[in-house]
């Protein structure tokens, strides 16, 4: 199964069965182990929309919690108090979080003109060894229904989306572009209707 919100549907009907308990502990646990597993394998997975790595961020808004690095089942955990019911509140959320879709709303195409700054710099590492990622061909910026913020992604060449962060404004977004690139205001282009952006 290559897909978390396929393999999470399959927990959700029989917790038992994959966790030994209806716990919310017993969940991560197996969502680590699943994580584990892919990439030791070198499998890859189908892309998730929206991505389940934007669940941890997801839940702490809902939750009014000023940041995300206690992660998803702590703070659940913690609001809800019982590890039977933080599983099933987990199910519930999910649930909202899958209803989201996502909407470009703007987007900048990469020239000869730009190049970086230096004021902010990217890394990847690839077999160990930390190498500054490749200049974006295009950056989107998107909004997801029911949220209230932006994501900006970031488009490579080959055409790999990477997911570079969470604003609660587009000028925020856009600022932090322009101090990465010296992208203009002017050279964003407006798609307000454009769905499945990523």
């Known amino acids: ?10 927990i959700k ?3 038992g069965m994959y966790l030994g308990q209806r716990s919310i502990t017993a969940l991560l646990g197996f969502i680590c182990g699943y994580d584990f597993a892919l990439a030791e394998n070198h499998i890859l997975v189908e892309e998730e929309i929206p991505p389940f790595r934007q669940f941890h961020d997801w839940v702490a808004r809902s ?3 000023s940041e995300s690095t206690a992660g998803w089942k702590n703070i659940i955990l913690k609001e809800v108090g ?9 199910f519930e959320l999910l649930e909202l979080f899958k209803q ?21 710099f990217r890394y990847s590492y690839i077999d ?6 490749p200049l974006p061909q295009e ?13 900006r992604f970031d488009i490579s060449p080959s055409g790999e989306i ?8 587009e000028q925020l977004a856009m600022e932090e572009v322009y101090k990465e690139f010296q992208i203009s205001l002017d050279e964003w282009e407006a798609l307000d209707n454009q769905a499945d952006a990523t």
């Open 139 to 151: 950056i989107r910026i998107v909004h997801y229904t029911t949220d209230s913020g932006f994501y």
């Open 100 to 120: 989201r879709s996502p909407v470009t709303k703007h987007r900048v195409f990469f020239n000869s003109n730009h190049q970086r700054t230096g004021t902010i």
């Open 128 to 133: 160990g060894i930390r190498t500054e990622s």
């Open 82 to 90: 019982d590890e039977a019911k933080a599983c099933d509140v987990f």
């Open 1 to 10: 199964m290559k897909n978390i919100y396929k393999l999470l549907e399959r």
């Open 13 to 15: 009907q029989r917790p």
């Open 63 to 65: 939750y009014k919690w």
């Open 162 to 169: 990477s997911e570079i962060g969470y604003f609660e404004t």
